[in-house]
């Protein structure tokens, strides 16, 4: 239940505030929230008591890779 098929796979909120974009993929399935694991390890929730995702999380979207260079956060100098 919870987020639905196309909320197997989102970026990892953690990596996101570190700048970087990872492919986080779900782990736990639950009725209101899932359990998300990135390829670092970061563990974190979702919370999906909203209703089931209606687009797919992954890959992100050109709107989220925008916001970032926006941000500095990639596709910098690094
Ligand atoms: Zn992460």
Not at 22 to 32: I, K, L, P
Not at 57 to 67: I, S, V, Y
Request: hydrophobic letters at 25%; one cysteine or more.
């Amino acid at each position: 239940m919870a987020g639905g098929k196309l909320a197997q796979s989102v970026s990892c909120l953690i990596c996101l505030e570190e700048g970087q974009v990872s492919e986080a993929r779900r782990t736990y399935e639950g009725d209101e929230n899932d359990e998300y694991t990135c390829p670092k390890g970061h563990k974190f929730n979702m919370d999906w008591s909203g209703g089931e995702a209606t687009t797919p999380l992954w890959p992100p979207t050109e709107e989220l890779k925008r916001a970032m260079e926006k941000d500095g956060k990639i596709g910098g100098s690094r």
